[in-house]
């Protein structure tokens, strides 16, 4: 620990030998190095990953003008100043089959959501304000030039920068890159995250229990998180507490891999073989941190791959996850790191807290009958019980100094990226 570590703020309540979680995640970008290698991949593949290069549009979109409604194709010149104007239907043109005549003056066309505007119109009336009488189409004085037309151009120009290199791909996105006519795209390599547990008593679920057996229920969430981020995970399931056994697929994981992630076997009893096989393997950066749940997240290093030793706990697990591993993988995806969602929230119950350590309490947010955010924590908070995990839908995020948190005092919460929050008429009859 540095100095520096040593005066900021908290660092007072913090044991000497705690990392505080501002100070790991620093050392932890400072050690991730984007996978910087490219392919170029379907678009229909593309959710999740990370662009490699600028995008930028070689149309218009929409690529003419259009139809933002059903109505009729008009000249903004003929619409009344007030009363009705009547104009003559000349066709009728509906989206995919433009018109290729002209129209001239007290002239429409009938024109459908999505068809391009006949060459001389500039204006759409809806079919709502409009009256038929044989070829003569009636229109009253509620249009205005240029009404209900889509321009071309005024979702994408063409030659824009629509996104740059390192944005993160989402859906939205992707129907955008489609929506210039781009099939493929050039992004980065996926991480590549070998991972694991550690545990004699550690078991497959599908097996039948054995005598102080425990499911591996680290290794389904992990991949949950890690699939979410569009990492490639590489599963090598669970290796018993021997130090032979650890080493050996710890090498192997880290071989074939960008990232290695562990977890258990990382506090300091017995059966935990983590953190001297880290030191003799690789390198260790860090291995106590000044959070709960999460205090012996241990971070380091074996030949090229970067590795978290997570703790056992699985609520811990998932903590860490999203606080250390979530904005590491971004960076080595090639992206800037984000951060959860944070907000504030009024706190609806007390906390136990001491001064000290950052908590990650799990919590439920809702919008409250005054139409506010409030929190309250999920029952029991044992970093064992990985229901409060399930039913959150936030983090509770309390810094360090902080201690027990009251009723109605205000709270910082980060929420889960899978986060939903219920309706403020949720449970009750819809008025
Ligand atoms: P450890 O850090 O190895 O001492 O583990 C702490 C706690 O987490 C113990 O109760 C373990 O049984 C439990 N644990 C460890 N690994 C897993 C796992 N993969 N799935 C569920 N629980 C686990
Ligand atoms: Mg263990």
Same mark, same amino acid.
């Given at each position: 620990?540095?100095?520096?570590?040593?005066?900021?703020?908290?660092?007072?309540?913090?044991?000497?030998?705690?990392?505080?979680?501002?100070?790991?995640?620093?050392?932890?970008?400072?050690?991730?190095?984007?996978?910087?290698?490219?392919?170029?991949?379907?678009?229909?593949?593309?959710?999740?990953?990370?662009?490699?290069?600028?995008?930028?549009?070689?149309?218009?979109?929409?690529?003419? !003008? *259009?139809?933002?409604?059903? /109505?009729?194709? +008009? $000249?903004?010149?003929? &619409?009344? @100043? #007030?009363?009705?104007?009547? =104009?003559?239907?000349?066709?009728?043109?509906?989206?995919?089959?433009?018109?290729?005549?002209?129209?001239?003056?007290?002239?429409?066309?009938?024109?459908?959501?999505?068809?391009?505007?006949?060459?001389?119109?500039?204006?759409?009336?809806?079919?709502?304000?409009?009256?038929?009488?044989?070829?003569?189409?009636?229109?009253?004085?509620?249009?205005?030039?240029? !009404? *209900?037309?889509?321009?071309? /151009?005024?979702? +994408? $120009?063409?030659?824009? &920068?629509? @996104? #740059?290199?390192?944005?993160? =791909?989402?859906?939205?996105?992707?129907?955008?890159?489609?929506?210039?006519?781009?099939?493929?795209?050039?992004?980065?390599?996926?991480?590549?995250?070998?991972?694991?547990?550690?545990?004699?008593?550690?078991?497959?679920?599908?097996?039948?229990?054995?005598?102080?057996?425990?499911?591996?229920?680290?290794?389904?969430?992990?991949?949950?998180?890690?699939?979410?981020?569009?990492?490639?995970?590489?599963?090598?399931?669970?290796?018993?507490?021997?130090?032979?056994?650890?080493?050996?697929?710890?090498?192997?994981?880290?071989?074939?891999?960008?990232?290695?992630?562990?977890?258990?076997?990382?506090?300091?009893?017995?059966?935990?073989?983590?953190?001297?096989?880290?030191?003799?393997?690789?390198?260790?950066?860090?291995?106590?941190?000044?959070?709960?749940?999460?205090?012996?997240?241990?971070?380091?290093?074996?030949?090229?791959?970067?590795?978290?030793?997570?703790?056992?706990?699985?609520?811990?697990?998932?903590?860490?996850?999203?606080?250390?591993?979530?904005?590491?993988?971004?960076?080595?995806?090639?992206?800037?790191?984000?951060?959860?969602?944070?907000?504030?929230?009024?706190?609806?119950?007390?906390?136990?807290?001491?001064?000290?350590?950052?908590?990650?309490?799990?919590?439920?947010?809702?919008?409250?009958?005054?139409?506010?955010?409030?929190?309250?924590?999920?029952?029991?908070?044992?970093?064992?019980?990985?229901?409060?995990?399930?039913?959150?839908?936030?983090?509770?995020?309390?810094?360090?100094?902080?201690?027990?948190?009251?009723?109605?005092?205000?709270?910082?919460?980060?929420?889960?990226?899978?986060?939903?929050?219920?309706?403020?008429?949720?449970?009750?009859?819809?008025?």
């Amino acid at each position: 620990m540095t100095d520096a570590t040593l005066h900021r703020p908290g660092a007072a309540e913090a044991a000497a030998n705690e990392v505080l979680a501002t100070d790991a995640l620093a050392r932890i970008l400072a050690a991730v190095r984007p996978v910087g290698a490219t392919e170029t991949i379907p678009l229909w593949t593309g959710h999740r990953r990370v662009l490699a290069e600028d995008l930028r549009s070689a149309i218009d979109v929409p690529a003419h !003008d *259009n139809a933002a409604m059903d /109505g009729y194709a +008009v $000249r903004g010149a003929d &619409l009344p @100043a #007030a009363g009705i104007a009547r =104009l003559t239907l000349v066709g009728r043109t509906l989206a995919g089959h433009p018109w290729a005549c002209v129209i001239g003056t007290g002239q429409c066309v009938a024109i459908t959501t999505g068809a391009p505007l006949p060459a001389g119109t500039d204006t759409v009336v809806m079919v709502e304000r409009t009256e038929a009488v044989g070829d003569t189409i009636l229109i009253d004085a509620g249009t205005r030039p240029g !009404d *209900n037309v889509r321009f071309a /151009g005024e979702d +994408v $120009r063409k030659g824009s &920068l629509v @996104a #740059a290199a390192g944005t993160w =791909l989402n859906p939205a996105l992707v129907g955008v890159v489609a929506s210039l006519g781009v099939d493929s795209v050039a992004v980065y390599r996926r991480p590549r995250v070998a991972l694991l547990s550690t545990g004699d008593e550690v078991q497959a679920p599908g097996t039948a229990l054995r005598s102080g057996g425990v499911y591996d229920s680290n290794r389904y969430a992990l991949n949950g998180l890690l699939a979410s981020l569009g990492a490639e995970v590489i599963d090598l399931g669970a290796v018993p507490d021997d130090p032979d056994r650890l080493r050996d697929a710890l090498a192997d994981a880290a071989s074939r891999s960008d990232v290695v992630i562990s977890s258990g076997g990382v506090s300091v009893g017995e059966a935990d073989f983590i953190k001297p096989i880290l030191a003799g393997l690789g390198s260790v950066n860090f291995w106590r941190l000044a959070i709960r749940p999460g205090r012996p997240l241990t971070f380091g290093r074996i030949g090229a791959a970067v590795f978290f030793g997570l703790p056992g706990n699985p609520v811990a697990v998932m903590v860490t996850f999203l606080a250390f591993v979530r904005p590491a993988l971004q960076q080595l995806m090639g992206m800037r790191p984000t951060a959860l969602i944070r907000l504030e929230a009024t706190c609806a119950e007390r906390l136990r807290k001491r001064p000290g350590r950052r908590e990650f309490q799990r919590g439920i947010a809702r919008t409250g009958a005054d139409g506010k955010l409030q929190v309250r924590p999920t029952g029991r908070q044992g970093s064992g019980i990985l229901t409060s995990m399930s039913e959150a839908n936030c983090l509770i995020v309390l810094s360090e100094d902080r201690g027990t948190v009251e009723p109605g005092e205000r709270v910082s919460i980060d929420l889960l990226p899978w986060a939903t929050i219920a309706p403020l008429d949720d449970g009750k009859e819809a008025s």
